[in-house]
């Protein structure tokens, strides 16, 4: 069909004749509700209503009043039988998870209970990359936990609840609305990742296709061939640990999942295995009256923030966790319990993005994935493997069962046949990782331009800019930028831009949650990492970056220039110090010059105050009101170091209204 065809008035507004056949009554299912005496006289009338409806919905009268439980997805797209694709979803992450609903489900029907399935799809960070679409991914998070809460909450007679999530956004807002639904038995069920392809690139370097084609390192063909082959498999999340594999392997860590669950690869028999698994787990759960608040507990959180490390994780979990934290009522992890962790645990992990080598996820699930990681943490002591899982083990009968398992050993062994790959060459013990050069996962920078803090994933500096003891040091001229569009556009040496040269510091200002929703930017921290001349630059913003970032690169830096933070007041041709320790784990980010003026960086504190903000500084004029809403609730709950959550005393407190349904005992919660 010619796709540009304009259709005649009649063909929109006319229908064919059968279409005009229409029924007024129907006979309704056979059969009888399986109501009782206890249940007219006592129940609610949406309960007895509610099952009208599942009868109304073709299920078995006679057990349309069994045990509900609710299976939530992010689900995203529509499938033929065959698993074509009739409408797309947003991104491979949702398009399968529909198998893995359906496998809970079958679980759930065969044991005897009624499975519930709702769906709250979600945005893909890649897709929208150097978009407006970047403004709502971050608010997003928070928007999709309240909807999800409240389908939970709208099933009043629930006994549990099944969460199916893969990506970098819904399945943190998953994991926060169990978390928010503590008193419920809840397991997670990650979606796991795609497979990289035989013969190409993975789905993050090949995000930079369009800035290595206008440097010539790649041509026309190779990029259209390399950009079709990216996504190998239908399903799953991106093959490298950003921000959806980290989030996978802290759900686990959390004791949320069924054992050896996260990164398992999207569409195969073990995949959907898992599945059933957690039917198996909520419904154990339900019987033994195992709330999540339970398995969700501070020490969990502690668990999840070694594991965290010890993989290499993307610095959006920084984001995450806390939030998970607060979503369950527990403490929030400061900076300094960040940085407590970072400074004891050694990372293990040898995957994309950080190296040395270029394992994809996959590689990491067949060396065994988080209970292997968990092994080592153990003899390390760095874990407390008494805390309970979803199982319905505790954390050491899980690890036990593991160790000896038959599942270990065939899947290690599979690693090493198919990929020829040393299992222990992916998942190394600390020995090994440190003869590897791995160091510990993040540093949070302090400074002059940085007085509340930044973070950088100093694990993933190329070793080759790092001096022999262990600190990157830099200092060179600053090329500021408000918008990221203009950032990219001097990367590419296009759009009247001057060429970003090595040794400049791209500073990226007003692009945290008050200027752009803290938007991603990976365009600019892939674009680097590909090009030949990009490990002798180095990134300062006040946005955040993809899971996937490597490099010299430092966000989240505080106070945003929006909110007053010294990083809206430098100018081009500043002189810009940088130094992390990725031995130590501490870091400075300065302002200690003018041009060919270099002073220390008491002096340029000084003249930061001096100064004011700089001439181009406002809010992304296509901030959406919403973002913009999301923007100032989240700050005053913690702010991005408090996991930009919706704390509802805090802001009821600020805005004033505390007061004012106090006579009628009005819950703030």
């Known amino acids: 069909m010619d796709r540009n065809r304009l259709f005649d008035f009649s063909e929109i507004v006319e229908a064919p004749a059968e279409c005009l056949e229409v029924q007024t009554r129907a006979e309704g299912p056979e059969g009888a509700l399986p109501l009782t005496d206890e249940m007219l006289r006592s129940w609610p009338s949406g309960d007895l209503f509610g099952l009208s409806q599942n009868t109304g919905m073709g299920w078995e009268p006679s057990t349309s009043a069994n045990d509900p439980f609710l299976i939530l997805s992010t689900q995203g797209g529509l ?31 065969r044991i005897g209970a009624l499975p519930f399935a709702g769906a709250v799809t979600d945005p893909c960070d890649g897709r929208t990359q150097g978009t407006t679409g970047m403004m709502d991914s971050l608010p997003y998070r928070n928007d999709a936990a309240i909807v999800m809460r409240r389908l939970i909450r709208s099933l009043p007679r629930r006994r549990g609840v099944i969460g199916v999530a893969t990506c970098d956004k819904g399945a943190p807002a998953m994991l926060m609305a ?42 026309l063909a190779e990029a259209a061939d390399l950009g079709c082959r990216a996504c190998a498999t239908p399903g799953g999340g991106c093959q490298f640990l950003g921000t959806a594999a980290t989030t996978q392997v802290v759900a686990e860590a959390l004791g949320m999942t069924v054992p050896h669950a996260a990164l398992a690869p999207s569409g195969q028999p073990i995949w959907e295995d898992m599945a059933r698994r957690s039917a198996r787990a909520v419904a154990s759960m339900a019987n033994r009256g195992i709330p999540l608040s339970s398995i969700l507990t501070d020490t969990a959180v502690r668990n999840a923030m070694v594991v965290h490390a010890a993989f290499g994780g993307s610095t959006n979990l920084l984001l995450h966790i806390p939030a998970i934290a607060f979503s369950a009522g527990l403490q929030r992890p400061t900076v300094d319990d960040w940085q407590a962790v970072n400074r004891r645990v050694p990372r293990l992990v040898n995957v994309l993005p950080n190296g040395p080598d270029d394992h994809p996820t996959v590689r990491v699930f067949l060396a065994g994935g988080v209970p292997e990681v968990m092994l080592h943490l153990r003899d390390l002591g760095l874990i407390d493997d008494s805390v309970p899982t979803v199982s319905g083990g505790s954390l050491g009968q899980v690890l036990d069962w593991w160790q000896a398992s038959e599942r ?58 790092v001096d022999d003891d262990g600190v990157y040091r830099k200092v060179g001229p600053a090329r500021v930028f408000t918008r990221e569009r203009d950032a990219i556009a001097a990367i590419k040496g296009q759009g009247g831009q001057t060429a970003i040269a090595p040794g400049d510091v791209i500073v990226l200002m007003g692009r945290g949650p008050m200027g752009a929703g803290m938007e991603e930017t990976y365009q600019i921290t ?109 700050s005053l709950s913690g702010g991005t170091w408090g996991g930009c959550v919706y704390d509802a005393e805090a802001i009821l407190a600020a805005i004033g209204t505390r007061g004012v349904g106090d006579h009628l005992n009005a819950p703030t919660r």
């Not at 198919?418 to 920078?445: C, Q, Y």
């Not at 300062?540 to 990083?567: K, M, N, Q, W, Y």
């Open 408 to 465: 270990r050993v065939r899947l290690r062994d599979t690693l090493h046949r198919l990929d020829g790959v040393d299992p222990d060459d992916v998942i190394m013990n600390p020995g090994r990782a440190r003869e590897r050069g791995l160091t510990s996962t993040v540093t949070f920078p302090i400074g002059n331009l940085a007085p509340l803090g930044s973070v950088v994933k100093s694990t993933a500096i190329d070793p080759s800019v």
């Open 79 to 109: 499938r033929d039988d065959h698993g074509r694709p009739i409408a797309l979803g947003y991104h491979t992450g949702h398009w399968e998870i529909g198998l893995l609903v359906r496998a809970a489900a079958e679980e759930l029907r």
């Open 178 to 219: 169990l978390a928010g639904s503590k008193q419920l038995p809840c397991v997670f069920v990650p979606g796991g990742v795609t497979l990289p392809p035989s013969r190409g690139e993975d789905a993050g370097k090949i995000q930079t296709i369009g800035v290595r084609y206008v440097h010539g390192e790649l041509t």
């Open 526 to 634: 892939s674009a680097l990492k590909h090009l030949p001349f990009g490990k002798h630059v180095a990134v300062i913003t006040d946005a955040r970056f993809s899971g996937v970032s490597t490099g010299a690169c430092l966000g989240h830096v505080g106070p945003e220039a929006l909110a007053g933070g010294p990083i809206g007041r430098v100018r081009d041709g500043d002189l810009i110090r940088i130094e992390v320790d990725r031995v130590r784990l501490v870091g400075r980010v300065d302002l200690v010059g003018i041009g060919s003026d270099e002073f220390g960086p008491e002096r340029g504190e000084e003249i930061l105050l001096e100064r004011s903000p700089h001439p181009d500084l406002s809010p992304d004029p296509d901030l959406p009101d919403d973002t913009h809403l999301w923007a100032a609730l989240q």
